[in-house]
């Protein structure tokens, strides 16, 4: 069964540092998106991105955080100076174009530890 | 914008019981309600969806109803087993390529 991959599966960074978050969604997948889960609570949304740009993005998602997808393949967030707040499970995922959410699937997530 | 809320946020339930958890939305332009098991450390897996076309839909021992007028949806889990321990997310969406809004999660412990 295809699978989100995402890279590291844990990263430890120093406040202030700027960190970058890597997934490969599902190759036919057209519509990508990140989530986060701090420890204990729901997913939140953070961005959808289509056809090369951001098609949504939440209050969450301010100036700090950016993605791109630089090669066709991967499809990145970075975050550019980490703070406490930001220690979170990270979740990439991707869907098929078509007939509301075909195939929406997780990866396994990148757990951010900001120290 | 949406809110999910999901009730209740803990249930523990005997080998064999059912499990009923129920989601509300707030958005009446939701057309999509997934329902996802998390295990721990690990990502959100998809377990049944519904749309907003059907009422119920069943797999096995997992069914989701959905009533569109009152803006709310439940997952039951009948003859419950000890694997089917985990945290439970619902949420909801509209339109294909668009967010999904979660609940924030029932932790079900099955005690055999």
């Known amino acids: 069964e295809p699978e989100v991959t995402q890279t590291p599966s844990h990263q430890v960074t120093q406040m202030g540092q700027e960190v970058i978050l890597r997934c490969v969604p599902i190759?036919?997948?057209?519509?990508f998106y990140w989530y986060r889960q701090i420890l204990g609570q729901k997913v939140e949304f953070l961005v959808s991105?289509?056809?090369?740009?951001?098609?949504?993005k939440s209050e969450i998602f301010d100036d700090q955080f950016s993605v791109e997808r630089p090669d066709g393949s991967n499809f990145t967030l970075k975050i550019r100076s980490t703070k406490l707040e930001d220690s979170a499970m990270y979740f990439c995922?991707?869907?098929?174009?078509?007939?509301?959410?075909?195939?929406?699937?997780f990866g396994s997530g990148t757990r951010l530890t900001v120290v | 914008g949406e809110n999910v809320e999901q009730h209740p946020s803990t249930l523990s339930v005997q080998e064999g019981d059912s499990a009923v958890i129920k989601c509300t939305y707030s958005?009446?332009?939701?057309?999509?309600f997934p329902w996802y098991k998390q295990e721990l450390g690990k990502r959100p897996q998809l377990i049944i969806d519904i749309r907003s076309n059907v009422g119920e839909k069943k797999d096995q021992r997992i069914a989701v109803t959905l009533n569109k007028t009152a803006k709310h949806f439940s997952l039951h889990i009948t003859e419950t087993q000890p694997e089917d321990s985990a945290v439970y997310f619902c949420?909801?969406?509209?339109?294909?390529?668009?967010?999904?809004?979660f609940g924030g999660g029932t932790r079900v412990l099955v005690k055999p």
């Open positions: 958005d009446s332009a939701s057309n999509y």
């Open positions: 949420a909801a969406g509209e339109a294909a390529g668009n967010k999904l809004t």
């Open positions: 190759s036919n997948h057209l519509y």
């Open positions: 991105f289509y056809n090369n740009e951001i098609s949504e």
């Open positions: 995922a991707s869907s098929e174009l078509g007939q509301g959410y075909y195939g929406y699937t």
